[in-house]
């Protein structure tokens, strides 16, 4: 069971300058090299912020259908997914740079019971820690192979 609240820590290091590289990490594992993306004149060389929040989006996604599905006992053979998150200028805060919409597609491989999984991947999506922490809307396919 769950006790909430939960805390997660992370910390990063960083030199002066938008064409170097630092370092960011979590917990006690070990550290990811990062950079500032070419959309923002970096040099491209590491995952960006970015990155790692389109990731964090769909991997949460992805851990939540987990546990859903195991305490469902709904056994799958595979859940693929992909996050395509849009950041533009908002119109209405005087410019301000926001994530302004994410579209996630899954495709569930070898579901024991279609329609109980169509039912767990539409409940996932209004479960998920992350996704419910947008303030964007997130739209969501899925294909049941």
Same mark, same amino acid.
């Given at each position: 069971?769950?006790?909430?609240?939960?805390?997660?820590?992370?910390?990063?290091?960083?030199?002066?300058?938008?064409? *170097?590289?630092?370092?960011? /990490?979590?917990?006690?594992?070990?550290?990811? %090299?990062?950079?500032?993306?070419?959309?923002?004149?970096?040099? *491209?060389?590491?995952?960006?912020?970015?990155?790692? $929040?389109?990731?964090?989006?769909?991997?949460?996604?992805?851990?939540? $259908?987990?546990?859903?599905?195991? /305490?469902?006992?709904?056994? $799958?053979?595979?859940?693929?997914?992909?996050?395509?998150?849009?950041?533009?200028?908002?119109?209405?805060?005087?410019?301000?740079? /926001?994530?302004?919409?994410?579209?996630?597609? $899954?495709? #569930?491989?070898?579901?024991?019971?279609?329609?109980?999984?169509?039912? #767990?991947?539409?409940?996932?999506?209004?479960?998920?820690?992350?996704?419910?922490?947008?303030?964007?809307?997130? /739209?969501?396919?899925? %294909?049941?192979?």
């Amino acid at each position: 069971m769950v006790t909430y609240p939960l805390e997660i820590f992370s910390k990063s290091q960083s030199p002066s300058g938008i064409q *170097n590289e630092w370092s960011a /990490r979590a917990g006690s594992f070990g550290p990811l %090299d990062l950079s500032i993306p070419r959309e923002f004149d970096g040099p *491209n060389s590491a995952y960006s912020p970015e990155d790692l $929040f389109a990731m964090a989006l769909v991997s949460c996604f992805t851990a939540t $259908f987990k546990v859903v599905a195991e /305490r469902s006992r709904l056994e $799958f053979e595979s859940l693929d997914g992909e996050c395509h998150m849009s950041i533009d200028r908002d119109s209405g805060d005087k410019g301000t740079v /926001r994530v302004i919409a994410v579209d996630f597609k $899954f495709s #569930l491989r070898g579901a024991a019971d279609s329609a109980k999984a169509e039912r #767990l991947l539409q409940q996932t999506s209004k479960q998920c820690i992350l996704i419910n922490s947008l303030k964007a809307p997130a /739209r969501f396919a899925f %294909d049941l192979v």
